[in-house]
């Protein structure tokens, strides 16, 4: 919906009257009378709020209108408090823990101008893989997470590996887990896998990685060609292997890669990028692979990161696998809020 007044309230008023009706029961139509009965009954802690702005969607720091629109979403906050369980706190169990609702909901309000707003309200769908993976996501607005590592790091990629890793909400299972990082080299990826799961990792590459993973006990290099590079039998196969690919080739030779390690089974949970060359991605490449991976028994999703350039992330693991779940933030905190 489009809205528009003149102050924060009005603004907040006008959201909540368009999508689920206003104060006095007018409902604006059927949908939104269905809309108002679903979120009625979804459980407390089910509903998220995020005040965006144009500027966000560029990932600024401090856009411009960022403030009012925040005052805004705390306007709706309140507002829906007072009749929507979902827009309040979630319980706790016996322990004090907070119980996790199962529905999940996204109330989604983006200042144009100061005066005028657009806005929706979705139930998010669960598209895995990973029990965190919804969309739109509840936790990052916008889906963008802050991935930051102060620290030197061999090179700026590890950003699209601590994405998808945050996106899929699936960790390693333990620091015996191994990981086989296709195209290494420097070792962005690598060192990812080291710092957050101390796990062992395959590097594999024509050139060596950093020198401080050359020196690390639990990096293996391997010197070859990461498309004729078959895993060890003990190390894969066992429901919590990996492999992360960031290799530079033509998007052909990543489903290509998908699919050998996909057929043979050689991996549990697997994260890839597909690069595109020109100007528009290879659609059609792009939907070759997505249907072959979930032909071969695996879920799969496919995003453009904010951290992607041109070419997409495959996130890719097996339906029957028992999977460990991330904590939700561990590797991305959130870049704008959300309440």
């Not at 960022?66 to 906050?77: A, D, N, P, T, V």
């Amino acid at each position: 919906v489009v809205v528009t007044a003149e102050s924060i309230k009005g603004i907040a008023r006008e959201v909540l009257a368009s999508l689920l009706g206003d104060d006095d029961g007018n409902i604006v139509d059927e949908r939104s009378e269905m809309q108002r009965q679903r979120l009625r009954m979804a459980e407390r802690g089910s509903l998220a709020i995020h005040p965006l702005v144009p500027g966000m969607c560029k990932g600024q720091n401090n856009p411009v209108m960022q403030h009012r629109s925040e005052k805004i979403g705390e306007e709706l906050s309140k507002m829906l408090k007072k009749i929507f369980p979902a827009a309040r706190n979630a319980a706790r169990d016996d322990d004090g823990n907070q119980i996790q609702p199962e529905e999940r909901w996204v109330l989604q309000m983006m200042l144009q101008s100061p005066n005028i707003a657009v806005a929706s309200l979705v139930q998010c769908q669960h598209i895995g893989p990973g029990k965190h993976a919804f969309w739109p996501n509840m936790v990052h607005p916008l889906g963008i997470a802050k991935v930051d590592i102060e620290e030197r790091m061999p090179s700026s990629a590890y950003r699209k590996l601590m994405e998808g890793i945050e996106c899929m909400g699936i960790r390693p299972a333990s620091t015996q887990t191994t990981v086989v990082d296709l195209g290494a080299c420097p070792g962005g990826w690598t060192s990812v896998m080291r710092r957050y799961f101390d796990c062992h990792v395959i590097a594999v590459d024509r050139s060596e990685v950093d020198s401080t993973l050359m020196k690390d006990e639990r990096v293996e290099f391997v010197k070859g060609d990461a498309f004729a590079f078959e895993p060890p039998e003990e190390n894969m196969g066992n429901g919590d292997s990996w492999m992360i690919s960031d290799v530079i080739a033509y998007p052909e030779r990543a489903t290509e890669l998908l699919s050998r390690w996909c057929e043979n089974k050689w991996a549990s949970n697997m994260i890839v990028t597909m690069k595109f060359q020109g100007d528009e991605p290879d659609l059609d490449e792009l939907d070759r692979a997505i249907r072959m991976v979930k032909g071969h028994g695996y879920s799969c999703r496919v995003k453009h990161f904010f951290n992607n350039k041109n070419e997409v992330t495959f996130m890719v693991s097996e339906n029957d696998t028992v999977k460990t779940s991330l904590e939700i933030g561990i590797l991305g905190t959130r870049m704008f809020p959300s309440l």
